[in-house]
């Protein structure tokens, strides 16, 4: 039996959750800003962390209270310690090592990406070897994961993150902050009308998708200056179509070549219907191969997540000390567990 708390302050969202045992969620809660953001067209990292600061410690405790647990009962604080904003994540990690000290807990420091992929487990076990297309704000990533907690990056992108690329075209659209959510239902709507380059069709699993994001705004650029309309569903369908053909091509050929058993898709873009729709269509085609998408409640950023990541780490007690300092820039790889 155990309880952990979990906090998540990497970005825009200040969440915590706490679980029980494997996989039960006594609370979760997430304060967003996007409101505050959108008025801004994109993540400000001082207005962040100054928000956090504000509603931490009512997020805490509207956290324990519906959880209807006090501190004295939780076993462990697992909290992000990168990568993402500095001064985002110090609030986070402060409240966290506070919170460690006064109640004398052990400290878990979580991979903010590690996260998103073990929200896999918010269901079932991840079956290994595993492969997962992480899309999110902020990252790209195929990562092979040949045992749990092992992770290789086999392929990222070179440039934007899938979830930037959306956020940048919704820009173009004049789409509120985060266009992602509305580009996808958009393109629902949408036909094929306009033609837009493959990014980074080629034999590695890397991505690209700035040269993709120039071609929308040089495409809203000449209709404006030939006085045309542009169609916002049809070029949404576009968009939509050549982001999701390229990652789903290239997880396939890579759950192929590294002979996976499951498939996962991770991250705030996971949420994406169409590339959760288009992923199925092809995994449905492989047999003896598990698909999992993580639920919607999981896929953008929120504690359980790291929760649920942080309890792999507390199986295998790697706990930190109070030196531990956040990591803006942190490599996945460096995360693994060597099989025992
Ligand atoms: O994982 P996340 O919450 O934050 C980071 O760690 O970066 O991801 C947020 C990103 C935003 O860029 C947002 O536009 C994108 O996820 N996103 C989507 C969808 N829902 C969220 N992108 C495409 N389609 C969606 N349905
Ligand atoms: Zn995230």
Same mark, same amino acid.
């Given at each position: ?26 609370? $979760?809660?997430?304060? !967003? ?7 801004? =067209?994109?993540?400000?990292?001082? /207005?962040? $962390?100054?928000? @956090?600061?504000?509603c931490v410690s009512l997020v805490l405790k509207e956290t324990l209270q519906q959880a209807h647990v006090t501190m004295e009962q939780i076993d462990a604080i697992c909290v992000t310690k990168g990568p993402g904003l500095v001064g985002s994540l110090h609030i986070g990690l402060q409240v966290a090592k506070t919170l460690a000290l006064a109640f004398d ?14 929200? %896999? ?15 999110? *704000? =902020? @990252? ?6 040949? !045992? ?6 086999? =392929?990222e992108t070179l440039d934007d993150a899938v979830g930037e690329a959306y956020d940048k075209v919704g820009r173009v659209l004049g789409l509120p902050y985060p266009g992602g959510p509305i580009i996808d239902q958009l393109a629902f709507q949408g036909k094929p009308q306009y033609t837009l380059p493959k990014p980074l069709d080629d034999d590695s699993y %890397? ?17 404006? &200056?030939? @006085? ?5 569903? %049809? ?32 991250? *705030?873009?996971?949420? %994406?219907?169409?590339?959760? &729709?288009? /992923? ?11 698909? !999992? ?48």
């Open positions: 039996m155990s309880l952990l708390l979990a906090i998540e302050s990497s970005c825009d969202e200040m969440a915590m959750a706490v679980l029980k045992d494997q996989r039960e969620f006594l609370s $979760s809660v997430v304060a !967003s800003q996007i409101d505050i953001h959108a008025m801004y =067209g994109g993540v400000v990292p001082e /207005i962040a $962390s100054r928000k @956090h600061v504000e807990k052990p400290l878990i420091g979580v991979h903010h990406i590690a996260g998103h992929i073990y929200a %896999n487990n918010y269901e079932k076990d991840i079956v290994y070897p595993a492969l997962c297309l992480v899309v999110s *704000g =902020g @990252h790209t990533e195929l990562v092979y994961m040949k !045992s749990p907690f092992s992770f290789e990056v086999i =392929g %890397n991505f690209s998708f700035s040269g993709l994001k120039s071609a929308v705004i040089n495409l809203a650029h000449n209709m404006t &200056q030939r @006085h045309e309309e542009m169609n916002h569903e %049809n070029l949404a369908y576009s968009f939509q179509n050549v982001v999701v053909d390229v990652l789903v091509n290239k997880t396939i050929k890579a759950a192929k070549e590294y002979h996976v058993k499951e498939i996962m898709l991770a991250g *705030g873009a996971s949420a %994406n219907k169409g590339l959760r &729709q288009k /992923i199925k269509e092809e995994v449905d085609k492989m047999p003896g191969v598990i698909l !999992s998408l993580p639920p919607m409640s999981c896929c953008t950023d929120n504690a359980m997540m790291i929760a649920l990541a942080g309890k792999v780490m507390y199986d295998h007690h790697l706990f930190s000390d109070l030196s531990l300092g956040i990591k803006p820039h942190l490599d996945l790889e460096l995360e693994s567990i060597e099989e025992e």
